[in-house]
Each structure stands twice: as C-alpha cells, then as structure tokens.
C-alpha cells in the first residue's frame, strides 16, 4: 500500500522503516529539511538497534523516501499517519499544536478519498478534533476517514516491538479503512482489535499507565523489603510467576523516566480531570516515582555523609538500557541532585554522552566504563545497561577511595558483592 508517515520521531521512523520493510511504498516527511537531508543520505538522527540498516536496505531497495513536503506525502499516499510529537505543558496538559497544524495541512493537501491515521499518543477525543478540522480546511471537500492506531514500541526495542507487536488496535468511526488498516498490518501476523476511536486513544494512556503501576508497585514493595529484611527481587519473581500479574516491568530502581510514562501519566491524569474524574491512583504512582529516587539520594548521603568535595562516579545517563535518549532521564536527575548537594562527578553511558552532554554541565565525560572510579569516593550505577555487569570490579575496588556502590537498577549481587569487600547498596534488597 502507498503510506505516508509525517513526523519522523522515534515513532514515526521506526513505524516508515517497518512498514517499507514487510513490502509498502513508504514516504516520510518532516519539516526538518536537515533531518531529511541527513535521513536521505543515510543517517539517522537516533540511536535505535536494527534502524539504520533497516533504513538503508529499504532506501535502496526502492520503498522508502524522504520529504519536507506535506503535499507531496500526501498526494503520493492513500493513507497517512499523524506521528508528530505532543510534548507536555506546564499544567500536566499535552500541546496539541503539532497534530492540529499537520491535519490542516493535510487537509489543505487532499484531492481525494485519504485515510489519516493518528499514531501520535493524544488524549482521548483528539480524533472527533482532527476529523472537525480536516473537515473545515479541506477545500476540494473531499470524502476522508480518521483512525487512531496507537503505538505501543518501547523505545532501545522499537524495531523488534514494531516487527512483533502483542496487538494492533485500530479505532474507527466507520467500516470504510478497516480492510485497508488490516492490509497494512497483516504481514506483522499480530493479533488485531477494532475498537471506537475514544477507546483506541484510552488503551495507549490507560496501557502505559498501567505499565507505570506496575513499576511503583514495585518500588513500594522495595520499601517494604527494605524494612523488614525481604529481597524485592525474589518477590518479583515469586509474584511474577503468576500469569495474572506477569514478570515485566516488575523491576525495582530508581523510578521510571523517559518521554512516554512521565508525560502520559500527567496528560491521562489531566484529561480525566476534565471530564470529570480524580484519578488519584495514578497521583499515587507520580508520587512514589519521585519518592523513589528520593529515597536513593538519601542512601547515597546516608552513607557518604558530607557530598561536597566527593567525586562520584556514575554509570548510565539515558533513561534506561539500549537508547541515547535521556528524556526526563532519572539518571541525569540523579546526577544533577549529587552535583547540588556539591560532589564532583565522573560519567560514564555507552551512548547517550553526546546527547547528556547539554543537560548535565560540570561532569568529567569518560569513555570508558572501567576508567570512571578512578579518584572516586564511590560509584553508582543509574541506568539498567547490560554491560555494566561486566564492570571490572577488581579494578573499580583499587580504583576507589573505598568501594562502595550505590547499584540503583540491582544489577549486581548483593552476596556476591558483600563477600569482595564492597559497602554495596542496591533497591529493596
Ligand atoms: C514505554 C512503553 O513501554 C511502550 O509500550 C510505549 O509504546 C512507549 O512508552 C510510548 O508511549 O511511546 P519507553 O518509554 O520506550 O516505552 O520505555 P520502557 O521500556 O517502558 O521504560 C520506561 C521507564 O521505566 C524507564 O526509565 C525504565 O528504566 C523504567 N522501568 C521499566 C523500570 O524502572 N522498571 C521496569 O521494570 C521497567
């Protein structure tokens, strides 16, 4: 099928790329022209496993293009998908400017039946304004449908996520795109549902929201653990073996960060207010995300006692494993409040320095992982990167004034760890 993607963001690129890949004519546009300039000759813009040879392979191969052009995306397509961002405002709300900006220009585009599709994550009854405003600036006054298919790719994952999704969900007003938004879907041979358009948007808030229960459940049963001698890690596995609840995103740490569940949480919270409803469930999850991480900060001071003139090093900058992006990271948060309580840092994250590098100001930059303890007062680990298991602990241990670690994603083992000598401090363990 001819598809259009305008927005090439995390969502909007992986989406194109996948799509060109099981066989679709893709053009993706942004108004970028140095993103398209740069995208068009190969590169991409982020780091995302898989991506770029999946870009090049399908460039070559004739199914993906890039434009500035929304005209030209949408007069080569019979169906074009919103994937702009919707980034958050002060009061909790998202800016819907981007969406209403591009579903004018769309409209302002089409001499024909199209099907628009909003990919972005909007909150629910974006879909009845986008048809409104199509509908107002379409000057050829032609016939046109609009679906909400969120998507639910986990950024470090996007391209495994998009190729292999758990479900697709398409909500529609009419019968119309239904076989055209399957035939889209059909090569990923996953499991579709066709919902109404209001249920479409409140599956991809109330799904990610979910997912950040579960992560403050968690981190409250860390305290728990903490107080009364219990290993979090073992309740996990114990809790997660059941099928009800599941395994995944039963992982204690410093909280959840990112540009989704932040945002999500605060705009899902905030659309329910408006219509009525105080989701105080979800205030609840806000509130013990950042009692998370205050909790750690006072670890660290607990046993460090006075931060200034310490030097700390700290493993892991991007807000989780496998990604540049450091997003409302909590490692930079964390990074930020040691700086203020006065300590030195030494940094270290396999591929997000460049992109930390303009948000956290001060920090000694190091390349390589086994070099940050040197000259430390102790090391702490931020982000749940694999290869930091393979930290060479014997060098680290000579390294450090006195080794001790603050391990804020459990990746090691605290007998283990405790039997080399460290003063080893994890989460509700
Ligand atoms: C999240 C969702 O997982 C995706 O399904 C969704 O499509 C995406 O948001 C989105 O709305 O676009 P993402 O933000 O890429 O994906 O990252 P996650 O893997 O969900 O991790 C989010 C945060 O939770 C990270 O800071 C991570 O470290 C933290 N986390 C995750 C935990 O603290 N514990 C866990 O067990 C899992």
């Excluded at 007069?75 to 400017?97: H, M, N, R």
């Excluded at 109330?206 to 459940?217: C, G």
Aim: overall charge neutral; hydrophobic content about 40%.
């Amino acid at each position: 099928m001819k598809l259009a993607i305008i927005g090439t963001g995390y969502v909007g690129l992986v989406t194109g790329t996948c799509f060109a890949e099981v066989g679709h004519d893709v053009i993706c546009v942004d108004n970028d022209a140095a993103k398209v300039k740069m995208l068009q000759a190969g590169g991409i813009p982020i780091y995302e496993p898989k991506l770029q040879e999946l870009v090049q392979k399908n460039v070559a191969e004739g199914r993906l293009s890039f434009t500035s052009s929304t005209a030209e995306g949408v007069e080569k397509s019979d169906v074009i998908f919103i994937a702009v961002p919707t980034p958050p405002q002060p009061d909790g709300s998202v800016d819907l400017s981007f969406i209403e900006r591009v579903a004018r220009d769309i409209a302002g585009a089409m001499t024909g039946y199209k099907i628009v599709v909003d990919k972005s994550t909007v909150p629910v009854k974006t879909g009845e304004r986008v048809s409104e405003t199509i509908k107002r600036y379409c000057k050829a006054k032609v016939e046109f449908d609009v679906v909400s298919n969120p998507e639910f790719l986990r950024e470090g994952f996007a391209v495994d996520d998009l190729m292999k999704p758990d479900r697709v969900v398409i909500g529609v007003r009419s019968q119309r795109p239904v076989a055209a938004m399957k035939e889209i879907y059909s090569p990923f041979k996953a499991p579709i549902i066709i919902t109404d358009i209001a249920s479409a948007e409140l599956i991809k808030h109330a799904a990610n929201s979910f997912l950040a229960l579960k992560i403050s459940y968690i981190n409250a049963i860390s305290i728990v653990c903490e107080a009364s001698g219990a290993n979090v890690e073992q309740v996990a596995e114990g809790i997660g073996l059941d099928e009800r609840i599941g395994r995944r995103f039963l992982n204690a740490g410093i909280g959840f960060g990112g540009s989704c569940f932040p945002k999500d949480l605060s705009a899902f919270i905030k659309i329910s207010e408006q219509i009525g409803y105080d989701f105080r469930l979800l205030q609840e999850v806000q509130r013990i995300n950042a009692q998370q991480m205050d909790r750690f900060v006072k670890k660290i001071t607990d046993t460090l006692w006075v931060l200034r003139d310490k030097t700390i090093g700290v493993l892991g900058l991007a807000f989780k494993q496998n990604t540049d992006d450091v997003r409302m990271s909590p490692a930079i948060d964390l990074c930020q409040r040691l700086q203020k309580e006065g300590a030195a840092l030494r940094v270290h994250d396999p591929k997000a320095m460049d992109k930390a590098k303009p948000l956290l100001k001060g920090a000694t930059y190091v390349d390589d992982m086994n070099a940050v303890a040197e000259g430390c007062d102790a090391i702490v680990i931020a982000t749940e990167w694999e290869e930091f298991k393979s930290l060479d602990l014997d060098r680290a241990q000579k390294s450090l004034s006195h080794p001790i670690m603050f391990d804020g994603r459990n990746l090691f083992d605290p007998a283990e760890m405790e039997k080399r000598g460290w003063v080893y401090k994890s989460v509700g363990r």
